[in-house]
């Protein structure tokens, strides 16, 4: 009877693991720890502290791998944690928050060698900073705050760290107690000390901040009466400026959403407009001329000649409906001739009307809107230089028969005394 014949067995055998596929331990804390060592082997000289983490730290520890603890390390001391806390409460003095404020620029120049040299890193510092940014209420009191700011202004201007990142600082809990504000005032102030004004504006747009800055301040200081005052108090001039042009251009978009709204109306409400102008122009929040060239565009772009070749009557009984409006308005001869101009300006911009133009001074004519003096004046004077051949023949007729009407009144006049 043949019996089942057993295949031979290995017993007491080990599967040795392949060396590729053995994993490493994480240990950050370790990798801290040696950072720090090494940071306060060195000790304050930049120049020295460059030279360790191009040449030594990056060859001897794996950064790449703990890329994220070495900037925790460079930025703060230590590793952040959740929530902002420092880990363990294991920090050194050798990093960007310890820094002098006189240190800073120097202190982070390393990191920008650092990362020109390793761009694996970049991203990653990006990150780091937001990171940072969005617990630094937690992690960094008032003028470790300010340092972060002037630090990151640097990296901006360097290109290092993309301006989408400051979008962080309008986040409530950041917003609240000014701790956004005193950031973005140290960021500001460094810029400022480096750039321009044009340059930090656009690298504000980039950021999609909302350029009054509003959006950085607690409510209860988000006037931009408030802001101007705070940045006059910390004498930034450039920056009082900027809140001031951004007042203008609030006051601005403001009077033309209404200007357009009373315009677009069924029945528009003249006398009410009229107030909302005059008011407007009292507290300074527009010019004169600016509120006349918006009136009359208002106007002039409400109707469906607006997209055509040529202006159809339309648009001239539009017009004349409006003359009670620009009577109650226009009430000096600086501003007949101020709307001249402005209408010249707008016909110019616009070539569809420019062969309205004597017309429309005509009917404003005839509406004692603006008198011949002011029209005379414009001709030889005070016109614009838009356009300035074209217009003047357009109106030398007229203008030729009010100087004749102006004689013969003179004559008439004259003989009446004689008598």
């Not at 201007?157 to 989408?164: A, H, K, L, V």
């Not at 986040?171 to 701790?179: I, S, Y």
């Not at 004004?197 to 988000?222: E, G, N, V, W």
């Not at 029945?267 to 004169?288: I, L, P, R, Y």
């Amino acid at each position: 009877m043949s019996g089942k014949v057993l295949k031979p067995t290995l017993s007491g055998t080990r599967n040795k693991t392949r060396k590729r596929d053995e994993k490493e331990k994480w240990e950050p804390q370790v990798f801290r720890d040696a950072i720090i060592a090494g940071l306060e082997d060195v000790g304050s000289d930049h120049e020295q502290l460059c030279k360790y983490l191009c040449e030594t730290a990056v060859v001897k520890f794996d950064v790449k791998r703990y890329g994220e603890v070495f900037l925790d390390v460079l930025f703060v001391g230590g590793i952040v944690a959740a929530g902002g806390a420092i880990e363990g409460g294991v920090r050194t003095d050798i990093c960007l928050a310890k820094q002098e404020k006189s240190d800073v620029k120097s202190f982070t120049n390393i990191l920008i060698r650092f990362i020109r040299r390793y761009k694996w890193l970049q991203k990653a510092l990006g990150e780091e900073i937001r990171k940072i940014m969005m617990v630094m209420r937690v992690c960094l009191n008032d003028e470790e705050r300010e340092l972060l700011g002037s630090a990151t202004a640097h990296l901006l201007i360097e290109g290092i760290i993309p301006p989408t990142l400051l979008s962080a600082l309008t986040q409530d809990h950041l917003v609240k107690d000014d701790v956004s504000a005193s950031f973005a005032t140290s960021l500001f102030r460094t810029w400022l000390e480096e750039r321009d004004m044009a340059s930090l504006t656009s690298t504000l747009k980039k950021a999609s901040l909302d350029p009054t800055l509003q959006d950085i301040y607690p409510a209860h200081k988000r006037s931009l009466d408030q802001i101007e005052s705070y940045f006059q108090e910390k004498g930034m001039n450039e920056l009082v400026d900027h809140v001031k042009a951004q007042r203008k251009n609030a006051n601005r978009k403001n009077f033309i959403s209404r200007i357009k709204r009373y315009i677009n109306e069924e029945e528009c409400n003249m006398t009410e407009m009229s107030e909302f102008f005059k008011d407007a122009v009292e507290q300074g929040k527009v010019t004169e001329p600016y509120a006349l060239q918006i009136v009359f565009s208002a106007i002039a772009n409400s109707g469906e000649w607006a997209g055509q070749e040529t202006i159809s009557d339309g648009f001239y009984r539009e017009l004349k409906q409006y003359i009670p409006l620009f009577t109650a308005i226009v009430k000096t001869p600086k501003m007949q001739g101020e709307l001249i101009n402005k209408i010249q300006e707008f016909c110019y911009d616009n070539i569809n009307f420019l062969a309205t133009f004597n017309k429309i001074i005509f009917i404003l004519y005839n509406g004692n809107v603006v008198e011949e003096d002011a029209i005379i004046k414009w001709y030889y004077t005070t016109h614009s230089q838009k356009g300035k051949r074209e217009f003047l023949s357009r109106m030398e007729k007229m203008v030729t028969w009010l100087e004749n009407a102006e004689e013969e009144e003179s004559d008439e006049e004259e003989g009446d005394d004689e008598e």
